[in-house]
């Protein structure tokens, strides 16, 4: 019992120094040879195991993603220092919680920014791209539409009723009935957005449009989602990803390869 407990606060203290040692070495971002080899004499003093780490290393892993993510985007250096990172705790990517999607997200808008632009596979999505064209982006999206939708039935004024028999009852009083009509932005069809060198186009069950840059009047961005007002078109397009960011900085960065 006394053995089971020295071990048990041993293996207490020895976290608690882990832990700072680990935090203190990562508030750079990365780990040195030596900074990784106090850490080892930590482990090694205290006879910590794996078992003792893995919620330590998963908030300081954790901590060094958001660190590098402040800027909103991954830079290759920063890629790096966090595969080495995960390397050093010896952990699967399962154990330490890793955001693959959202590190996709942030690396890839660390290459627009240095003007790489993405590439994918669209094999399986059936579109069928022309001469010289790249896909560039493919995501889950709603494509919307404004549609005029009566919310509610209003009655006003001062009514009553009379009971008349079991079940029955008379109405008396005034009984004013109004519609209430507005436009609302309302969901038409779900499927692909998808962006190449040439076009962005939407391809769902319903619905199915591809707009070459060159007929691009507008685009914004709001609430509702992108708004592409296309040359020839009266009615603009709305089309809702799952994500904004990375869609919005290829469009950008395509059609403003200067800025």
Known sequence: MLNFITKYLAVKKGRKEYDAKLTQALR???LTSDEK???KD????????KKDLIAIQQKAFAMT???????K????????????????????LEEIRFDQRSFNKFYTLGLLEKGIFPQMNNADTGLILK??????????????????????VNYGGLTGSVR???????????????RVTSDVVAVEDIGLFWITNKRIGF???????AVPYEKILSFDVTPAGMIIAKDGRETPYIIAPDDFDVPCAIISKVMNPGE
């Open 28 to 30: 750079d971002g990365t």
């Open 37 to 39: 080899q106090e850490l």
């Open 42 to 49: 930590v482990l090694e003093h205290y006879g910590l195991e």
């Open 65 to 71: 993603f958001q660190q590098s993510i402040s800027d």
């Open 73 to 92: 985007k991954i830079t290759d250096d920063e890629k790096i220092a966090l595969e080495a990172l995960i390397n050093f705790f010896g952990l699967s």
């Open 131 to 152: 001469k010289d064209e790249t896909m560039y982006w493919l995501c889950a999206a709603q494509a919307k539409k404004h549609k005029s939708v009566t919310q509610r």
């Open 164 to 178: 008349i028999a079991k079940g029955l009852r008379y109405r008396v009083g005034s009984l004013n009935v109004s």
């Open 203 to 209: 391809k769902g069950a319903k619905k199915d449009f």
